[in-house]
């Protein structure tokens, strides 16, 4: 079930909730049963300080103004490269 908003012409906008697709594009409004015309909204993200929204908002904004790192995160412990101790690897070419 999705929320939809109606506006009613006389009063403030009603929601009803209705499944997708499904919804009626004219509601009789509760108040005065005018009919009133489903309005376009911006959904409802209600979660917006959620890891998920905060996820999808930084890889938007990272699509056109990628973060610049200048450092190691800090905090996090230094990469050690593991060598090996064979001494035949020694002959190897290095890149
Ligand atoms: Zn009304």
Redesign the pocket.
């Given at each position: 079930m999705t929320i939809y908003e109606y506006r009613?012409p006389?009063?403030p906008p009603f929601e009803a909730s209705h499944r997708i697709g499904e919804a009626p594009d004219s509601l009789a409004?509760p108040?005065?049963g005018?009919p009133?015309g489903r309005m376009i909204s911006a959904p409802h993200l209600s979660k917006s300080g959620s890891p998920a929204f905060r996820l999808i908002d930084s890889t938007h904004r990272s699509a056109s103004e990628p973060e610049i790192v200048n450092s190691q995160i800090p905090g996090t412990p230094r990469r050690v490269q593991s060598y090996s101790s064979n001494p035949l690897h020694r002959k190897l070419p290095r890149p």
């Open positions: 009613c006389d009063d409004c108040s005065c005018k009133s």
